[in-house]
């Protein structure tokens, strides 16, 4: 005859043998749902007194905290008081900022060793002197790029005016063949006749 922990034993390994993969999920769950109720029926706790768990009146904060439910406030009205709060922080935040400023809070001795703590490491690792010099080759580079902006838009602007010569004389030729044609002029083309 088996005893009851070895007949235990063997229910438990057909089990599983037969339907384990469904049953054992299944069983699972059943445990956790009974530790479950058993939590909530407890004497002791935040929800001792709540009669056992029921899922359709889960607690809010207000009911935990003892404050009557807020129902007669209307979907919109709660949106528009959350919002009111929000904006209400913020105008805080800001008359705050107002008033003291948004500079740091250092005191003002201790910002000045700070800052003379500052000066001295940038002097010893040498930091300074190579932002120095990176802002020299910065400068010189700029100086270089400049010139070359404006030497380059000097021979844009010497090359344009070369043209606007160059066609003006054609059309001032044209024009000499024009009054040529009808005898204003006689003669080769005079460049003097028209810059009078």
Same mark, same amino acid.
């Given at each position: 005859m088996k005893t009851f922990n070895q007949f235990q034993e063997s229910i438990a390994i057909s089990l599983a043998k037969r339907g384990g993969s469904k049953l054992i999920p299944a069983l699972m769950t059943g445990i956790g749902a009974a530790g479950t109720l058993y939590?909530?029926?407890k004497k002791s706790g935040p929800f001792a007194d709540t009669g056992g768990f029921d899922a359709s009146k889960s607690r809010t904060k207000r009911q935990y905290l003892g404050l009557p439910p807020s129902t007669d406030l209307t979907k919109q +009205? #709660?949106?528009d008081?959350?919002?009111k709060g929000q904006q209400d922080i913020i105008n805080k935040r800001d008359d705050q900022i107002a008033r003291e400023g948004p500079g740091?809070?250092?005191p003002g001795a201790?910002?000045?060793r700070l800052k003379e703590l500052l000066k001295k490491y940038l002097e010893k690792s040498g930091i300074k002197g190579k932002r120095?010099?990176?802002k020299e080759i910065d400068k010189?580079?700029?100086e270089i790029e400049n010139f070359r902006k404006k030497s380059? +838009? #000097?021979r844009s602007e010497k090359k344009t005016r070369k043209v606007e010569n160059k066609r003006s004389e054609l059309a001032n030729k044209r024009e000499w063949e024009n009054l040529k044609s009808q005898g204003i002029v006689s003669g080769d083309y005079d460049p003097n006749y028209f810059n009078k």
């Open positions: 939590q909530a029926t +009205q #709660k949106k008081r959350k919002i740091d809070k250092v201790r910002r000045a120095d010099t990176n010189r580079t700029k380059k +838009q #000097k």
